[in-house]
Every structure is written in C-alpha cells, then in structure tokens.
C-alpha cells in the first residue's frame, strides 16, 4: 500500500453535469475525510466518516453534495448539478484511530474544473 | 466559530537561516495544533503535532511552539534548504472529534 489514491487526477465538466470522485484510503485505516481546497486557501473539511458511517458533515455543503463509504473501505464523493463556483481541488485524507489529532495521510487531490 | 490565521502569505529566506511561521487563533483555545507541509499539486503532508499542555515540539530541523497566552504557534525550520520551500499549513481542533480547521497557509521561499 503506497498511499492514499484519488480517481480521476483532473476533471473538466460542464455546469450543470454531476460528477462522481474517488478516494481509496490507506487500508487499515478507519477515518476517511474529504476536502476542498481552492487557491491561495487552506483545506476546508466537507466530511468525514469512521467506517462505513458518516460521522458529520459541513453546514457549508449544498445538498447537491454526497459522499458514501459503503463497506468502510473506499469513498466516493458526488456533486450534482455542478456549478462554476464548484471549481477546486477535491481532497481525500485517511487516519488510524478515533481522534481527528491523529496524523492525517492525504491524497493527491482532484482537480475539478467547471466550464 | 474557530478562526485560525496565518499572517503571512509568503516568506523569503535566504538559504542557511532560520524561518519562523505564525499561526493565530481566536475564540476558542484548540486543544491542539498540526503542521502540514504542502507543495504545488500536491496533497498537505504531516510534519508535527502539538497538544495544548505542551510547549514546544521538535522533529529533527523543526520546532513548533504553543502559547496560550498570546494564542500562537511558531513554527521555525533551523538551517533552512532550498528543499524546505513549500506552502505551510497549520490546523486546529478543538477536541478529537470536531473536524481541523485549517489556515491559508505561509509559502516559505528559500534562497540559495
């Protein structure tokens, strides 16, 4: 296991068009956590589960967002209907244990592009 | 809310000197503080962790210190490399379950 993995590398979509990334986590790992980081910003969390169930989620995320980890392994991360201010790099972070304090491993991120 | 700043948006050093980053937070006292490392297109990278009873943490070239007083952590890379350019990120939380909160980074430049 090298690492954390996210599927596609780049994505460029038209307004309007759902999207669909995927994070595979290190894989003894019982944290997923996803992000979204556009530029000269930080990462600001989206959501996170412990397993296969999704602990909490962002006041910020639309409704057009959704996320599963349907047998606690693998993510995936949907957006519908998405929309130009969508436009970002999506990130992926795994952790071993129950505290957010533990050492979070990301991924390389995906790039979401919105024409 | 917490609200956690990184006064800097960039930092030139040059190569051999010692950088110093600040994160300040406000509101709430988070219980601890993470530094990540990130460069360009690239996911943030984990370097240091430090609780809210600690004062200082080292890791070979870096330092991170925590003062609740003044709600501030240093983060100083000693005999700085041109390697060591990239965004520095730090991150709070309040308790182990409550999501980090990240700042908008400090782009260290070192100059050879």
């Known amino acids: 296991d090298t690492g954390v993995s996210q599927n596609p590398r780049h994505k460029i979509t038209k307004r309007g068009q759902n999207v669909t990334f995927r994070c595979d986590p290190i894989s003894e790992h019982n944290r997923l956590y996803w992000y979204r980081q556009t530029l000269g910003q930080g990462p600001e969390f989206l959501t996170y589960f412990q397993n296969e169930a999704q602990l909490e989620k962002s006041r910020l995320l639309s409704d057009r967002f959704s996320a599963e980890r349907p047998k606690g392994s693998f993510s995936t991360l949907e957006i519908q209907r998405t929309e130009q201010g969508d436009s970002a790099m999506y990130l992926c972070a795994s952790s071993y244990g129950t505290g957010v304090m533990n050492e979070q491993f990301f991924g390389p991120g995906t790039r979401l592009t919105v024409l | 809310s917490q609200k956690i700043e990184q006064n800097s948006e960039a930092l030139n050093i040059q190569e051999g000197k010692t950088a110093t980053l600040t994160c300040n937070y406000t509101n709430y006292s988070p219980a601890y503080l993470q530094w990540y490392r990130q460069d360009p297109g690239r996911g943030p990278v984990f370097l240091l962790l430090?609780?809210?009873?600690?004062k200082e943490k080292r890791k070979e070239r870096l330092k991170v210190t925590f003062d609740t007083t003044l709600k501030q952590s240093l983060f100083h890379i000693t005999a700085s490399q041109p390697a060591d350019s990239a965004t520095y990120l730090c991150a709070q939380a309040n308790s182990g379950n409550t999501p980090l909160v990240f700042g908008k980074g400090t782009r260290l430049s070192v100059i050879a």
């Open positions: 430090i609780r809210e009873n600690e």
